[in-house]
């Protein structure tokens, strides 16, 4: 899930971005879908085409390579060796209709003891470099952290699909059953190669999510492009491999999208007891659009911290399944996670690991109380 990161629910958590992307890839190699010979039955009789020899693939690579001053040759070469994945098509499909959302469910997803245990472990190894990316753009360590655990468990799960395959995939084959996103992820295939092409990187050879995530912070390819910074200065944007390239990208990520240094990312807030004032507040969903004078005048008391809050607030309802929501007052801070990943339940499953990030360090740097020794 930043990339413009991508929302399908919760992609990578959805993503997860991410955490969840980590399922193994499976097709013919070098191949194209199956599709069905003109002059037989499909049951009797069907050809696999290359993406290579497909006229829409060789169009769409004969542009993008002149949009991107790109040999035309190397394009197709590299689109030649991508193969169709059944299972990304499968896999970028949203959850059943009717699927209850339950915020304490997701909660217990991210927020566990492995992701604490290591990512304190990650955060003392970086604490250099996540020191500079603070100091630079404003953003706590223990949110980028809490990212990085998210999204990858700091690397476990990056996600084993071949990005070529991925996106070649997602952009001429998106499955029909859902609002079809082929520019979208042709525009990231045209961003990968590019990327691949200026690094110095061999296509074929980038694993990632189902979606094109790529590395630690699993970004898209075109956020790659636009966020992704060179923080150690060795001249190469490393988001696999480097944990300086990875802080420093997440870092100005959030900085680029509005991260406030110093603002609370929320505060609690009772709700109103009236439908439609309820109504009004959450029509704009996670987007802060209400001084608290305006909520309160729509029947919904803020905490007393939060009275002091100067910006607009976001009234933002996390489902709990049968068990009554969890109503929050969202800033801009907590907007600005949004866009990494745009959902409310990712943007609180990065706040409430952070805050237990900084709880478990400051146990482990607390000085052990000697035992009393008992009196003689």
């Not at 413009?4 to 070098?30: E, I, N, T, Y």
């Not at 060796?81 to 997701?106: C, D, H, L």
């Not at 470099?129 to 998210?150: C, F, K, Y």
């Amino acid at each position: 899930m930043t990339f413009m990161r991508l929302d399908f629910s919760l992609l990578r958590s959805l993503a997860s971005k991410c955490a969840a992307c980590v399922l193994l890839a499976a097709g013919p190699a070098h191949t194209a879908p199956v599709v069905a010979s003109p002059s037989t039955p499909a049951a009797a009789s069907t050809v696999i085409v290359p993406y290579a020899d497909r006229p829409e693939v060789q169009q769409w690579a004969h542009d993008m390579a002149k949009r991107q001053h790109l040999e035309p040759t190397w394009v197709m070469s590299q689109l030649a060796q991508a193969r169709f994945q059944p299972k990304v098509a499968k896999f970028i499909m949203p959850a059943p209709s009717g699927t209850a959302k339950n915020w304490t469910n997701y909660r217990a997803r991210f927020i566990d003891a492995t992701r604490i245990r290591q990512g304190v472990q990650w955060w003392n190894a970086q604490q250099d470099w996540l020191t500079q990316a603070e100091t630079r753009w404003g953003v706590p360590a223990s949110v980028i952290v809490a990212i990085v655990g998210v999204e990858t468990i700091y690397g476990r799960q990056t996600g084993t699909f071949r990005i070529l395959d991925a996106l070649t995939t997602l952009g001429f084959d998106f499955p029909s059953g859902r609002s079809d996103r082929r520019m979208f992820f042709r525009d990231e295939l045209a961003a990968y190669l590019q990327w691949c092409h200026r690094e110095g990187r061999d296509p074929t050879g980038v694993l990632g999510s189902y979606a094109g995530a790529i590395g630690l912070p699993q970004f898209m390819p075109s956020s790659i492009l636009k966020y992704a910074v060179d923080f150690n200065g060795d001249g190469h944007i490393d988001l696999m491999q480097q944990p300086a390239d990875v802080i420093g990208s997440v870092a100005h990520y959030l900085a680029q999208f509005g991260w406030q240094p110093n603002m609370p990312t929320h505060y609690t807030v009772r709700p109103p007891t009236d439908a439609q004032q309820l109504a009004e507040l959450m029509g704009p969903d996670i987007q802060p659009t209400f001084t608290v004078a305006q909520m309160q005048a729509r029947g919904a008391l803020v905490d007393q911290e939060g009275q002091h809050h100067a910006g607009p607030l976001a009234f933002v309802s996390l489902q709990n399944g049968n068990d009554a929501p969890l109503y929050l007052a969202a800033t801009q801070n907590f907007y600005t996670i949004t866009r990494y990943n745009w959902s409310a339940y990712y943007a609180m499953a990065v706040i409430e690991l952070a805050r237990e990030l900084r709880q478990a360090r400051a146990m482990a740097a607390a000085p052990q109380q000697r035992p009393r020794t008992p009196d003689r």
